[in-house]
């Protein structure tokens, strides 16, 4: 029997004993609470994603992974060397650093090969961003100005980008912004440029 995952499908509709194959997207890995395998197909999508951040995300989506298997092996009295699930990924890319450091649990790697990346791109967190946005963004802006040693970007569909040296710099200069009546958001680091 294969059950699938959806959003009107709870985790707690599913009997794990009477439905041993859930098919689902990345919120099923949130939604169970355990798994004996897990399977990512054309795991690529999330490596060779154009977000700056994918590396990490698809680190994390791994290490989830492994959480509900190693779960599925104490839930079924697994110990020592045997306390292992099956976390399977489909890729083209087998030496992707984000496989290499999953494989070798050891995501110090990933973090290795990415810094000089984000160095050389003026990505966090090698910088400090913030990104602007809402019906009060464009007055907040126009009060913040173009600060000394802050790269303003945008906007782009009603969205700015504000870049600082670091966090202390970055903190400062958007304080001393008095906030104007309306709508604003500013996300610090945001997760997707």
């Keep these: 029997p294969v ?3 959806t959003a ?3 985790a707690d509709d599913l009997d794990a004993r009477a439905t041993p194959l859930v098919v689902g997207t990345e919120a099923a890995l949130h939604r169970v609470r355990w798994a004996d395998a897990v399977a ?3 795991f690529d999508q999330e490596l060779l994603s ?5 590396a990490e995300e698809a680190m994390a989506l791994l290490v989830r992974a492994g959480r509900l298997v190693q779960r599925a092996a104490a839930r079924h009295g697994a110990t020592g060397p045997d306390r292992r699930g099956l976390v399977l990924v489909q890729t083209r890319t087998p030496d992707h ?3 290499v450091a999953a494989h070798q649990a050891d995501p110090g790697r990933l973090v290795t090969s990415e810094l000089p990346l984000r160095r050389a791109l003026g990505l ?3 910088t400090a961003m913030a990104s602007v946005s809402g019906a009060a963004a464009p007055a907040f802006m126009e009060v913040l100005g173009e600060p000394e040693g802050i790269r303003i970007q945008g906007p782009i569909d009603g969205l700015w980008r504000v870049i600082a040296p670091d966090h202390d710099r970055l903190s400062s200069v958007l304080g001393a912004v008095p906030r104007p009546p309306g709508r604003l958001r500013v996300a610090v680091d945001p997760l997707r440029l």
């Design 3 to 5: 059950a699938e995952l």
């Design 8 to 10: 009107a499908t709870g």
């Design 40 to 42: 990512f197909l054309d």
């Design 50 to 54: 154009l977000r700056y951040r994918a």
């Design 97 to 99: 650093p984000v496989l």
């Design 124 to 126: 966090p967190p090698t």
